[in-house]
């Protein structure tokens, strides 16, 4: 079937197929309530556009599965439509979709949970209805997102786990030894600002510059513990060494205050990155891409995340999707389908996805595929690596931690503040943010 965008199915989506009301609930099998079961009902699935090849791929293979598709903005850029509508549906009674992609990874924290009395949107996934031996293949700790109070209520598709990009053309020509670990890091900055000025070693332009550096480097600025409990920190040594080492790199020019997203960026840095500590789709979003860094075939190499001096190795993660069963399903049978298809199967997590797939053994083959292209200076083992590394106190909270980067630290680097000092008011900012969305700040 055709996809349909959320604007033009607002009016319908009440009465979408596959959507029913709580009438005839009980606890069923699974652990939450359902309504009647159909196994022959349509199923309706939401997916951003980049997610429709997904949906193309199930349908091909499963032909037999009614489904409408619908397209929508997957709450991208924190819009919170995944949420503002199922709240909709939720007073009207029905209308809700079976299964629901969302770019964010912080949908958990409210789905998982009840809503004026209504049941909640996110059915549990693991108390049978996906099988344990799916869910114990996919990376360690991708699923922590997808997990409240030890239920999992959904499937990531991809990582976004940060290792660092470099250029093995400009390293070896500079005589430059790769970095491992932050401090060296640090240090090649600081020489790349006296001996090369213009090149770059990084960047911190973006409203996930906090989850590159700082839930990297452990910084305990968003530790939430429950469905409505956080701890915040930032005053901890950890935090502290992140800060001090960007504003040292940002003051000598090295680590720039410039999206990578803009035209200033492609226009000052194209050839001049040296070193880039980013998420795994940074390789064709900014390098292997044509609209931007374009980084010639056989440059591009990448290594395991970096280390801060006597700690264990860590780092953090910007973005990867989510996928949703609901609750409210009348065909769980065939919406359980769909999710385990489009986030297993070699037919789109290898053969399609631009991601790296959250299931460990398609993450595998898709690595192969990558390398088998020839574009890489190195393999491309250091994701495999990086995506077990996800440290696991950085939580994932109704509130953007993005949004509240943007808000306080980003203007306070272009007015030429340093971070250490600003830790202090960062810290105020999320525990306001938390306390405005009910969490208990510890």
């Known amino acids: 079937m055709r996809a ?36 022959k009902a349509p199923i309706t699935v939401w ?21 409408n598709v ?32 969302s770019t964010q990874n912080n949908d958990a924290a409210w789905a998982s949970q009840k809503s004026n009395g ?3 949107f996110a059915a549990v996934l693991d108390g049978g209805l996906v099988p344990k031996t799916t869910l114990d293949s996919f990376t360690k700790g991708s699923l922590d997102p997808c997990t409240v109070e030890g239920k999992v209520y959904c499937l990531r598709n991809d990582l976004a786990q940060v290792a660092l990009w470099y250029n093995k053309d400009l390293l070896d020509k500079f005589g430059y030894a790769l970095p ?32 590159i550096y700082f839930w990297s480097g452990k910084c305990q600025a968003n530790g939430v513990t429950g469905p409505k409990t956080v701890s915040v920190s930032t005053g901890t040594p950890e935090c502290q060494r992140v800060a001090s080492m960007l504003d040292v790199l940002i003051k000598n020019g090295t680590t720039p205050n410039v ?6 960026f492609v226009k000052k840095y194209t050839g001049k990155v ?59 049978k065939a919406a359980e389908k769909f999710v385990e298809f489009v986030t297993t199967a ?24 990558q390398e088998s292209s020839g574009y890489y200076a190195t393999d491309l083992q250091a994701l495999l690596t990086a995506g077990s590394l996800i440290w696991n106190g950085w939580g994932s909270g109704v509130f953007s931690q993005e949004a509240i980067w943007a808000k306080t630290m980003t203007p306070a680097i272009a007015n030429g503040k340093n971070l250490v000092d600003m830790l202090p008011e960062w810290e105020t900012a999320i525990k306001n943010q938390a306390q405005v969305n009910g969490y208990t700040v510890k």
């Open 4 to 39: 349909i965008s959320v604007a033009g199915a607002s009016a319908i989506a009440l009465t979408l197929a596959g959507c029913g009301g709580d009438g005839g609930t009980s606890v069923g099998s699974y652990g939450f309530p359902q309504v009647t079961q159909d196994d």
């Open 346 to 369: 070699d037919d789109y997590q290898v053969n399609v996805a631009p991601g790296y797939p959250a299931y460990a053994p398609a993450a595998e083959k898709w690595l192969k595929k």
């Open 274 to 332: 040296l070193l880039m500590p980013g998420p795994a789709w940074y390789a064709g979003a900014i390098f292997n891409n044509p609209q931007s860094l374009n980084v010639p075939a056989g440059q591009l190499g990448v290594a395991a995340p970096l280390t801060w001096q006597g700690d264990s190795p860590a780092t953090g993660n910007v973005g990867g999707g989510t996928w949703f069963v609901s609750s409210h399903s009348k065909n769980l």
């Open 259 to 264: 999206s990578v997203f803009t035209p200033e």
């Open 70 to 101: 619908v397209t929508y903005d997957g709450s991208a850029n924190g819009s919170n439509s995944f949420r503002t509508k199922v709240q909709l549906f939720d007073r009207a009674g029905n209308g809700w979709p079976d299964v629901v992609f």
């Open 180 to 211: 491992t670990t932050w401090e060296e890091y640090q240090a090649i900055g600081e020489k790349v600002a006296k001996e090369h000025p213009g090149y770059i070693v990084g960047a911190v332009g973006d409203s996930f510059a906090s989850e």
């Open 47 to 67: 997916v951003d556009s980049d997610r429709s090849s997904a949906a193309d791929a199930f349908k091909k293979a499963n032909p037999d599965v009614k489904i």
């Open 118 to 120: 209504k049941q909640a």
